[in-house]
């Protein structure tokens, strides 16, 4: 246990550092992440940047409205799966926390996916995208679901056939001044919608933007503890979290199912990143049960006793776990914003 406190220690000093240094990283990454790659008619966010580790979701954005609306007919349109049986939607319920609520998903053919469903919303201040961060950013990222075999199993060629059979879709691109309907237009209507999927003005925004009422008691012990604890070191910036890739298990060992997965491994096949994750954001995370890239976990308590012991080398007590779980639901929005002016 002293040599897991010495770790400890030794890492806090580090990412105290970090943390102080990064604020205007912080600031760069998030303003980057409001860019698409690849895709005209940007959104634009304006940011409001305070001091301190954690910063608030941007209440005003502007969206070009029609891109967001064709956007999102075809994150609901069981057109972009082989046998039209699954949306984008079917595993990201957005006024439902943005998942779906399984452990796993069910794709084409009712086959099983791997890893539990992350939420879409506020996806696009992710400074990747998946569990293992193997897209760079919400255009890339579309074509993931579309080809792979346990989700919607299909290719772009069969998708465009079925889009231009369909003649709202076909008027919806013409009125957008896009003739053709192609892989670069689906993507890019599918990423302006995801990235209007903000969800701003929880009771933690309005309490770090200066409202000290917006926290009850007990919430604001468990920010207290929150930071002291070394949480901090991970789940920060504009999305509480989605900024960094973290070891799962950095000082107690981790076990049983969740040690099956090696995360950002399979993609770079570099032993250093076994069971390497990208940190998942908070926000919302108490609609998001079930918990960790394969859900199984079911609910906040368990997962913060679970963090505590495997990332910081502690054992919480049952009042700063209750306290740091009252927090939690403190991250959570009242819903998606979707017409923000």
Known sequence: MKNNYAQHMAYMAIVTVLIIAGYAWLKLANDSKATLTSTSNKPHFEFITVNGPIQPIPAKA??????????????????????????????????????????LSTGVNNALGERNSPTVLNAVFNFRQFWDGRSTDLFEQVAGPIHSPVEMNSNWQQIIGKLNNEPKIKQAF??????????????????????????????????????????????????????ELGCVSCHQGRNIGGNMYQKLGRIDEIHGVLKKDLGRYNVTKNPNDKHVFKVPSLRNVALTAPYFHNGSVATLDEAVTIMAKIQLGTELSAQTQQDIVSLLHAFSSEGVDHDTP
């Open 62 to 103: 502007n969206f070009d409205q029609a891109w967001v609306q064709l956007g999102k007919s075809l994150f609901n349109s069981k057109l972009l799966s082989d046998d039209n049986t699954v949306s984008c939607a079917s595993c990201h319920l957005v006024d439902y926390g943005g998942d779906d609520g399984f452990a």
């Open 174 to 227: 013409k009125d957008l001044n896009e003739n053709d309907i192609t892989q670069h237009n689906i993507s890019k209507a599918i990423t302006i919608y995801q990235s209007s999927l903000i969800t701003p003005n929880s009771a933690f925004d309005r309490f770090i933007l200066g409202n000290l009422n917006a926290l009850t008691a007990q919430q604001k012990r468990g920010w207290n503890a929150f930071q």
